[in-house]
């Protein structure tokens, strides 16, 4: 089946330093992929939607200077968290759309600690 | 290990039929239980979520799921469905402190008008 494979699945960063977070799609094209961000005892948060080529649509509230992301190929999405801040720490996670997907594929997840 | 089970991956049904998909779960400690649906192009929005109390969860748009944590389950209900409903499902559960979240593999429900 689908398969997202996002990396790393836990990271510890000093405050001031950034992060890179990626998701790849293993055997399908991912034509649109979804980044949201966990707070503790919240559900899910969309913080934004790109699509393979263009530039990605951040919803509001987002810093889209701080939270950049890159979907540059249809198997590869990042997020990078600039200049990251104790208030950043959170657990983020992918979605991927695409051709030949089974409906919607998530990734593992990453926890983010800053310190 | 963490890990969320939807054992339905495609569920067809005709409009005011009655819905049940299931959910189990394997988590150690307090677990914390959610249910999303995705309408197709869209993003993910909560339908309901479980942290305490009253294991019966009523949530958005009629669905309501119960908490049986002898069974470790939490299965999502709706009396009667309606065309759209079609959408994908999807059960998740974190920790207590919400440090990771675990997803479901997914249901995909279509409802025939």
């Known amino acids: 089946g689908a398969v997202v494979s996002q990396h790393p699945s836990r990271v510890i960063c000093k405050s001031g330093t950034s992060v890179k977070i990626e998701c790849r799609s293993l055997d399908f094209q991912a034509t649109t992929m979804f980044w949201y961000r966990q707070f503790p005892k919240q559900s899910l948060m969309l913080m934004a939607t790109?699509?393979?080529?263009?530039?990605?649509?951040?919803e509001q509230g987002v810093e889209k200077d701080k939270f950049l992301i890159n979907h540059a190929s249809l198997t590869l999405s990042t997020l990078t968290v600039t200049s990251a801040h104790p208030e950043d720490s959170s657990f983020y996670i992918c979605s991927a759309l695409g051709q030949g997907a089974h409906g919607y594929t998530f990734g593992s997840g990453t926890r983010l600690t800053v310190v | 290990a963490q890990s969320v089970s939807q054992h339905n991956h495609h569920v067809i049904l005709s409009e005011a039929a009655s819905l049940e998909l299931g959910c189990n779960y394997s988590?150690?400690?307090?677990?914390?239980l959610f249910w999303y649906v995705q309408y197709p192009g869209q993003h993910l929005q909560l339908l309901l979520k479980y942290f305490s109390g009253d294991p019966l969860v009523k949530g958005i748009k009629g669905f309501e799921a119960e908490f049986i944590k002898s069974k470790f389950s939490f299965n999502l209900r709706k009396p009667s469905v309606q065309w759209s409903d079609t959408a994908e499902y999807f059960c998740?559960?974190?920790?207590?402190?919400?440090?990771?979240?675990?997803f479901g593999g997914g249901t995909r429900l279509m409802v025939k008008p």
């Open positions: 998740a559960a974190s920790n207590n402190a919400g440090n990771m979240l675990t």
């Open positions: 988590y150690g400690g307090t677990v914390n």
């Open positions: 790109s699509n393979e080529g263009s530039k990605a649509t951040y």
